[in-house]
């Protein structure tokens, strides 16, 4: 437990929520990141430029937290190459055929108190766990 | 233009949010799926903040009969449970924990650890068109 930041991640993931709400409010559509990248595959026009201009500023976003507090996050990926193919291939395949990730599913869809997201949650959360207690303790260590 | 200004600000936002969470880090995101191991409990923090926030959001701007710049809100979720949700659910649970990353993360890291993060999101990508291909063939 010697990295717990609930307060970093209650705050953040506040932000989060309150980014949800503005696309909501402004654009009746929910903040589904792997919704708004599926759906600009093969879109024209608005439906392409809103999701384009969605996806660039997010990308922003660790940038302008750079300049914002000073100091650039530290990530670590640790996957090889292999994995990182393996895992991305997964991730897209899995969450145009469910209809949503951590935060289509996890955060609009829970709001929303769609019973399909609640379910889609727990399956995603349950196999997450499973998938990272098999690859640490149990082949990896 | 303002649909425009609007997914830009919610862009942002998002991503700042991702980013002070920790959410963006795939070693945060395996500390926190690993039980068994050293257990960093914060990410179940981003969840409770995100939902709450969008619960009580939705619910004031779903007074609105419509949305600032656009003619509808998205329809009432369907409550349809069938095998597509639970096996693209489960596919997708797998994928993010031999990573530790999920689609906004996989964005973002675009910028924080650009090579590794490319040939993620690339593949992200393709899983998604190759989804639209079965989805074709089958006839959904």
């Known amino acids: 437990m010697a990295h717990f930041t609930p307060w970093a991640s209650l705050f953040g993931g506040i932000l989060i929520g309150l980014a949800a709400v503005i696309l909501f409010a402004g654009n009746g559509r929910l903040a589904g990141v ?4 599926g759906g600009a595959l093969g879109a024209r026009g608005r439906e392409l430029y809103w999701r384009l201009a969605f996806l660039l500023s997010l990308l922003l976003g660790p940038l302008a937290w750079t300049t914002i507090s000073g100091s650039e996050p530290a990530i670590a990926i640790t996957a090889d190459r292999g994995i990182l193919v393996v895992g991305g291939l997964l991730v897209g395949l ?4 469910g209809g949503g990730c951590t935060s289509g599913h996890g955060i609009c869809g829970m709001a929303r108190l769609s019973l399909r997201s609640i379910v889609a949650v727990g399956v995603f959360m349950v196999v997450a766990f499973a998938t990272v207690f098999v690859s640490r303790h149990v082949v990896g260590g | 233009m303002r649909e425009i200004v609007t ?3 919610a862009g942002l936002v998002f991503g700042i949010g991702l980013t002070i969470s920790g959410m963006v880090d795939p070693a945060k995101v395996l500390g926190f799926l690993d039980i068994a191991g050293d257990w960093d409990p914060s990410l179940a923090f981003v969840m409770l903040g995100g939902v709450v926030t969008a619960f009580v959001g939705f619910r004031l701007v779903g007074r609105r009969t419509m949305p600032l710049f656009a003619p509808a809100f998205p329809a009432e979720p369907d409550n349809t449970i069938d095998g597509r949700l639970l096996a693209g659910a489960a596919l997708f649970g797998l994928g993010w924990g031999l990573v530790g990353l999920c689609p906004g993360p996989a964005v973002t890291a675009l910028v924080l650890d650009s090579h590794p ?19 074709k063939r089958s006839g959904q």
């Open chain 1, 34 to 37: 792997s919704g708004i990248i």
């Open chain 1, 94 to 97: 899995g969450t145009q055929m």
């Open chain 2, 7 to 9: 997914a830009l600000v």
């Open chain 2, 117 to 135: 993060a490319t040939i993620f999101f690339a593949s992200v990508v393709v899983g998604m068109l190759v989804w639209r291909q079965i989805a």
